[in-house]
Nanobody, 125 residues
Framework: QVQVVQSGGGSVQAGGSLTLSCAVS????????MGWFRQTPEKEREFVAA????????NYKTSVRGRFTISRENAKNTGYLQMLNLKPEDTAVYYC??????????????????WGQGTQVTVSS
């Protein structure tokens, strides 16, 4: 059974940085694309970034492009979301998820199979 466990997150001031990690076990990690989503009480879960199962294709929400970087280390069965120059509007619960042979183009939660538990990111002004 595939398990997705997130780590990282926390509270930072605007302009600060955080890196989220997403460890996948129980499956063939290098066959899974990965995505990051975020959600606030006021909004539905929204797409942030995605990476293909091979790592060669990435996709970003417009407002985070240039500040966030999605990556993966297949040898460690782990994906990452590096977040730089954080803004208060980035405050949300962040989720990672996997999709079988994902091409890094999935922007809808329904495209993903297994989800992490979520981690809070809070950015203060």
């Amino acid at each position: 059974q595939v398990q997705v466990v997130q780590s990282g997150g926390g509270s930072v001031q605007a302009g600060g940085s955080l890196t989220l990690s997403c460890a996948v076990s129980g499956g063939t990690f290098d066959k899974y694309g990965m995505g990051w989503f975020r959600q606030t009480p006021e909004k539905e879960r929204e797409f942030v970034a995605a990476i293909s199962y091979g790592g060669g294709n990435t996709n970003y929400k417009t407002s985070v492009r240039g500040r966030f970087t999605i990556s993966r280390e297949n040898a460690k069965n782990t994906g990452y979301l590096q977040m730089l120059n954080l803004k208060p509007e980035d405050t949300a619960v962040y989720y990672c998820a996997t999709d079988w042979y994902g091409a890094g183009t999935g922007t809808l939660p329904s495209s993903y199979n297994y989800w992490g538990q979520g981690t809070q990111v809070t950015v203060s002004s």
